[in-house]
């Protein structure tokens, strides 16, 4: 059975790892756990790069902390409020998958942030934080997450991470369409 390790323990993570793997590669069982790993980027990323290299990171420090497993992913969610989002404050997450010869990546799709929030967020709160705050939840970046709160749970940060999973693991699915590269 193949492990995969996470560089979490958040639950949603873990369950989207698991989500992820299972729907790109049906009839296989995966050996999903999580360890806590440090991603070397502040606890709020506030870019695209920023989150990007969060997700590296994690992965990278996963494969460190636990060698012996075949998968080892890293999910770091952050926000960006760059021309590129028309200067609205957007969050999303990246996620990065390594194996022993290739590493993939992929990004959820961004959600823009209501005001309060945002207001919060820009004060140094952690989005997760501001969402308790505004919404009157408890520890809902473990939980749904913005993206459940505000869109009634139609789409959950479970979810929205799985399909993230999934679309990083489209290399692995079809590996003789993307070659392994050098600096890989």
């Known amino acids: ?23 790109m590669f049906p009839g296989e ?8 790993v440090d991603s070397g980027v502040s606890r709020q990323p506030i870019d695209c790069a920023e989150t990007l290299q969060g997700a590296i990171r994690r992965a ?4 460190e902390a636990k060698p012996d497993a075949d998968f080892w992913v890293g999910i770091e969610g952050g926000i960006d409020s760059s ?5 609205e404050m957007v969050t999303f ?4 998958i390594l194996s022993r010869d290739r590493m993939t990546k992929a990004r ?6 209501p005001d309060k ?39 959950t940060r479970t979810s929205s991470l799985a399909q993230a999973v999934e679309l990083a693991l489209v290399p692995f699915r079809n590996s003789g369409l993307y070659p392994i590269k050098e600096n890989e």
């Open 29 to 36: 069982n995966f050996e999903v756990s999580g360890v806590n």
């Open 93 to 96: 997450a990246w996620i990065v």
């Open 117 to 155: 929030v945002v207001e919060l967020v820009s004060q140094g709160y952690e989005l997760g934080d501001a969402d308790d705050l505004v919404f009157g939840t408890s520890n809902s970046k473990q939980n749904y997450g913005a993206v459940g709160i505000l869109t009634g749970n139609v789409i």
């Open 1 to 23: 059975m193949p492990k995969v390790v996470v560089g979490s323990l958040n639950p949603v993570k873990l369950d989207a790892a698991r989500i992820g793997f299972e729907a």
């Open 108 to 113: 959820t799709s961004g959600l823009a942030l």
């Open 60 to 63: 990278q420090n996963t494969r």
């Open 83 to 87: 021309a590129a989002f028309g200067g």
